[in-house]
């Protein structure tokens, strides 16, 4: 990629928070107008937005492939060993991450619970191995972490897992799935982050973008809307 070395190249996430990202991108004077336009073109030099999945983001800014990019908490948690700067809460696609198993009659045991009775280990089918490792650990629980890629939620419907570990904005596919959430884990929003020597070397033009941005969030208009 060639670069004007004084323009900054920032990472958007693809996905449930590429239009608030972009909203946003427009409120601090990036003109998205191109990116808008063409849906699967992911490289936009003219206005130095290169287009991703959220977990890749780190990896690209971490190289230096971008300055700096949007992604949310939870992949930065996922991803801790990246070696990037978290700059700024943006508050954009709120979402929780939870333990949740299928619903049971009252006054019964949900099929994690009993299969931590019974076996002394339960199967959590993830798409976030380490967060869901990490948080059993710390409450003394013994599990088989499953890593899936597709829809978790089928996860415990099929007999593959007891539970899940997965994301949730308001709740209404778990619930559709006949899905209870037993305990939350953590919060996310979308954060913006910088590659550490970009962060040095352009500090000047990321802290410009940061308090524009921080401004723009501040406006009621980018009140996050939750997803699914």
Do not use: C, H, Q, W
């Given at each position: 990629m060639t670069r004007d070395p004084g323009k900054l190249t920032i990472a958007v996430p693809r996905g449930a928070m590429f239009g608030e990202s972009l909203d946003l991108l427009d409120a601090v004077g990036v003109d998205t107008?191109?990116?808008?336009?063409?849906?699967?073109?992911?490289?936009?030099?003219?206005?130095?937005i290169v287009t991703m999945r959220p977990s890749d983001v780190p990896t690209y800014?971490?190289?230096?492939?971008?300055?700096?990019?949007?992604?949310?908490?939870?992949v930065l948690t996922e991803q801790e060993e990246r070696e990037v700067v978290e700059l700024l809460d943006l508050g954009l696609g709120p979402c929780s991450m939870v333990f949740a198993t299928v619903r049971t009659p009252e006054g019964q045991p949900d099929p994690a619970a009993?299969?931590?009775?019974?076996?002394?280990?339960?199967?959590?089918?993830?798409?976030?191995?380490?967060?869901?490792?990490?948080?059993?650990?710390?409450t003394g629980r013994a599990v088989e972490i499953v890593e899936v890629?597709?829809?978790?939620?089928?996860?415990?419907?099929?007999?593959?897992?007891e539970a899940i570990v997965d994301l949730t904005a308001t709740g209404n596919t778990l619930r559709e799935n006949g899905l209870v959430i037993r305990e939350e884990i953590l919060t996310s929003t979308a954060r913006l982050i910088a590659n550490p020597v970009s962060h040095k070397l352009k500090s000047a033009a990321i802290d410009e973008l940061s308090r524009r941005m921080r401004a723009a969030v501040a406006d009621s208009s980018f009140s996050p809307v939750p997803g699914g």
């Open positions: 107008a191109e990116v808008r336009a063409n849906g699967r073109k992911l490289l936009f030099e003219d206005v130095g800014v971490e190289a230096g492939a971008a300055d700096v990019g949007i992604t949310g908490k939870d009993e299969a931590l009775r019974r076996l002394g280990v339960m199967r959590v089918a993830t798409k976030y191995y380490k967060i869901a490792l990490r948080y059993f650990e710390e890629k597709g829809s978790v939620e089928l996860a415990p419907l099929t007999g593959l897992a």
